[in-house]
């Protein structure tokens, strides 16, 4: 499976922004799917969180209520709706796919990246 991230930009604080992860292979609708975020000079930290079939989600604790992770089997494409966005918002945003993840929260889990598009929410 290849990742493709995409959607990233520049906002205000308390504006919007979807993100996008096409998803190349035949293999998407059987892989369980995450957004994962990282901050100048911190460490990758998990964010969402979907299963293979949509009917599943959760969310760190920081994005909830605001975030919103969905996603299209049909079109290979997991999104993330990004709402009332703050500065500590402000990463690069990574999706990841693997098959059953054991430990969903962690990088460990993941077997393919993408490679990360950029959120800026400016204050």
């Known amino acids: 499976v290849q990742l493709q991230a995409s959607g990233g930009g520049l906002v205000q604080a308390g504006g919007s922004l979807r993100l996008s992860c096409a998803a190349s292979?035949?293999?998407?609708?059987?892989?369980?799917m995450s957004w994962f975020r990282q901050a100048p000079g911190k460490e990758r930290e998990f964010v969402a969180h979907?299963?293979?079939?949509?009917?599943?989600?959760f969310y760190t604790d920081s994005v909830k209520g605001r975030f919103a992770i969905s996603r299209d089997n049909a079109k290979n494409t997991v999104y993330l709706q990004m709402n009332s966005l703050k500065a500590d918002d402000t990463a690069v945003y990574y999706c990841?796919?693997?098959?059953?993840?054991?430990?969903?929260?962690?990088?460990?889990?993941?077997?393919?990246w993408g490679q990360g598009t950029l959120v800026t929410v400016s204050s």
């Open positions: 990841a796919a693997a098959r059953s993840p054991i430990a969903p929260m962690n990088i460990r889990s993941y077997d393919y």
């Open positions: 292979g035949r293999t998407f609708g059987s892989n369980a």
């Open positions: 979907i299963n293979w079939s949509g009917s599943s989600t």
